[in-house]
Protein backbone atom coordinates (compact mmCIF):
# COMPACT_ATOMS: atom_id res chain seq x y z
CA UNK A 1 0.00 0.00 0.00
CA UNK A 2 1.06 3.56 -1.29
CA UNK A 3 1.40 6.24 1.72
CA UNK A 4 1.28 9.86 1.28
CA UNK A 5 3.00 11.91 3.70
CA UNK A 6 2.58 15.98 4.75
CA UNK A 7 2.60 18.31 7.39
CA UNK A 8 6.28 19.57 6.26
CA UNK A 9 7.09 23.24 6.53
CA UNK A 10 9.73 25.78 7.25
CA UNK A 11 10.27 26.39 10.29
CA UNK A 12 13.07 27.85 12.98
CA UNK A 13 15.40 25.89 15.35
CA UNK A 14 13.27 24.99 18.55
CA UNK A 15 10.24 24.83 16.54
CA UNK A 16 8.02 21.64 16.58
CA UNK A 17 5.84 20.07 13.15
CA UNK A 18 3.55 17.14 13.26
CA UNK A 19 3.97 15.02 10.13
CA UNK A 20 0.61 12.92 9.16
CA UNK A 21 1.05 9.69 6.96
CA UNK A 22 -2.39 9.02 5.45
CA UNK A 23 -3.68 5.56 3.20
CA UNK A 24 -6.47 5.50 1.34
CA UNK A 25 -8.65 2.10 0.98
CA UNK A 26 -6.20 0.77 3.81
CA UNK A 27 -6.43 0.39 7.21
CA UNK A 28 -3.25 1.03 8.49
CA UNK A 29 -3.50 -0.92 11.54
CA UNK A 30 -2.68 -3.81 9.70
CA UNK A 31 0.81 -2.73 8.87
CA UNK A 32 4.39 -1.70 10.43
CA UNK A 33 4.48 1.57 9.48
CA UNK A 34 8.11 3.51 9.01
CA UNK A 35 9.32 6.95 8.65
CA UNK A 36 12.10 7.70 6.50
CA UNK A 37 14.01 11.14 5.77
CA UNK A 38 16.67 12.04 3.01
CA UNK A 39 18.57 14.72 3.56
CA UNK A 40 20.52 17.25 0.64
CA UNK A 41 23.12 14.58 -0.64
CA UNK A 42 22.62 11.93 1.87
CA UNK A 43 20.80 8.33 1.61
CA UNK A 44 17.57 7.96 2.72
CA UNK A 45 17.39 6.58 6.49
CA UNK A 46 14.99 4.96 8.77
CA UNK A 47 13.90 7.59 11.32
CA UNK A 48 11.53 5.33 13.42
CA UNK A 49 8.88 2.68 12.79
CA UNK A 50 5.52 1.71 14.76
CA UNK A 51 4.25 -1.93 15.04
CA UNK A 52 1.03 -3.43 14.89
CA UNK A 53 0.64 -3.58 18.09
CA UNK A 54 2.18 0.14 18.34
CA UNK A 55 5.38 -0.15 19.86
CA UNK A 56 7.72 1.52 18.80
CA UNK A 57 11.56 2.18 17.65
CA UNK A 58 13.61 5.09 16.56
CA UNK A 59 16.94 4.49 14.46
CA UNK A 60 18.75 7.79 14.89
CA UNK A 61 20.31 9.02 18.30
CA UNK A 62 19.54 12.13 17.46
CA UNK A 63 16.33 12.42 17.50
CA UNK A 64 15.90 10.05 20.29
CA UNK A 65 13.53 11.90 22.61
CA UNK A 66 12.50 14.83 20.47
CA UNK A 67 10.28 12.69 17.86
CA UNK A 68 7.34 10.31 18.81
CA UNK A 69 5.59 8.08 16.28
CA UNK A 70 2.34 7.40 16.93
CA UNK A 71 -0.91 5.87 15.29
CA UNK A 72 -4.81 7.03 15.45
CA UNK A 73 -6.46 4.00 14.26
CA UNK A 74 -9.79 5.87 14.21
CA UNK A 75 -8.04 8.38 11.44
CA UNK A 76 -6.17 5.90 10.03
CA UNK A 77 -3.38 7.94 10.46
CA UNK A 78 0.59 7.64 11.47
CA UNK A 79 1.91 11.12 13.13
CA UNK A 80 5.67 11.87 13.58
CA UNK A 81 5.72 14.49 16.15
CA UNK A 82 8.98 16.21 15.47
CA UNK A 83 9.74 18.75 18.99
CA UNK A 84 13.32 21.20 19.33
CA UNK A 85 13.51 20.64 15.32
CA UNK A 86 17.63 21.55 14.25
CA UNK A 87 18.65 22.11 10.97
CA UNK A 88 20.19 18.81 10.92
CA UNK A 89 16.45 17.69 10.78
CA UNK A 90 16.43 19.43 7.07
CA UNK A 91 15.07 16.47 4.83
CA UNK A 92 12.19 15.15 2.81
CA UNK A 93 10.00 12.95 5.47
CA UNK A 94 8.34 10.11 4.01
CA UNK A 95 6.08 7.50 5.09
CA UNK A 96 6.19 3.66 4.04
CA UNK A 97 4.87 0.37 5.26
CA UNK A 98 7.30 -2.33 6.01
CA UNK A 99 8.12 -5.36 4.02
CA UNK A 100 9.49 -7.39 6.61
CA UNK A 101 7.82 -9.11 9.34
CA UNK A 102 9.33 -7.12 12.13
CA UNK A 103 9.80 -3.23 12.19
CA UNK A 104 13.04 -1.96 10.23
CA UNK A 105 14.66 1.25 9.44
CA UNK A 106 16.43 -0.11 6.03
CA UNK A 107 14.51 2.04 3.38
CA UNK A 108 15.34 -1.61 1.06
CA UNK A 109 12.67 -2.86 2.61
CA UNK A 110 9.68 -1.01 2.43
CA UNK A 111 6.71 -0.88 -0.25
CA UNK A 112 6.83 1.40 -2.99
CA UNK A 113 7.10 5.11 -1.69
CA UNK A 114 5.05 7.87 -2.03
CA UNK A 115 5.06 11.58 -2.39
CA UNK A 116 6.93 12.93 1.04
CA UNK A 117 7.15 15.93 2.36
CA UNK A 118 9.63 18.92 2.48
CA UNK A 119 11.38 19.93 6.33
CA UNK A 120 13.30 22.85 6.05
CA UNK A 121 14.72 23.94 9.96
CA UNK A 122 16.47 27.57 9.94
CA UNK A 123 19.20 28.21 12.21
Known amino acids: VQLQASGGGLVQTGDFLRLSCAASGRPLINYRVGWFRQAPGKEREGVSCIEKDDSTTYYVDDTKGRFTISRDKAKNTVYLQMDSLKPEDTAVYFC?????????????????WGQGTQVTVSS
Open 96 to 112: ATIKRPYCSGDPHFVHP
